[in-house]
């Protein structure tokens, strides 16, 4: 069992969640964060005052998957995920952490049967 921790662009979302339901893969965690990485932030001007906008909106997904699904969720995400052909700067990140044991509230149940 692994967790996907994903960070993407906001507005690639519907594309990630599209691709994600093409490999079956339904079931998932979506947080809004904000983040500072190599797009190194951008300036905005409000009310005429220019102001330095230094942590920019992004999308976090968690996704628990056994074994067998984690290469199709990554190729999923990096697809939907990517801008364009190659992709640009600050389109994300995806990491996969290993996962000891998943419980299910409901009935209890552990580990691969209650993802």
Same mark, same amino acid.
């Given at each position: 069992m692994k967790l996907i921790v994903a960070i993407i662009q906001p =507005?690639?979302?519907e594309a990630v969640k599209a691709a994600l339901s /093409?490999?079956?893969?339904? /079931?998932? *965690?979506l947080m809004d964060v904000q983040g500072f990485g190599r797009q190194? %932030? #951008? *300036? @905005? *001007?409000?009310? %005429? #005052? @220019?102001?330095?906008?230094?942590?920019? /909106?992004k999308? /976090?997904?968690?996704? =628990?998957?056994n074994d067998d699904f984690v290469e199709p969720?990554?190729? =999923?995400?990096v697809e939907g995920g990517r801008s364009g052909e190659k992709g640009e700067? $600050?389109? $994300?990140?995806?990491f996969v952490l290993p996962m000891d044991d998943c419980v299910r509230i409901? *009935?209890? @149940?552990?580990?691969? @049967? =209650?993802i």
């Open positions: =507005a690639r979302l /093409r490999v079956e893969v339904f /079931r998932l *965690t190194k %932030g #951008h *300036t @905005e *001007t409000y009310r %005429g #005052h @220019e102001l330095s906008v230094n942590l920019l /909106r999308v /976090r997904l968690e996704i =628990a998957v969720t990554i190729e =999923a995400i700067i $600050g389109d $994300g990140k995806v409901r *009935t209890g @149940e552990r580990g691969n @049967e =209650a």
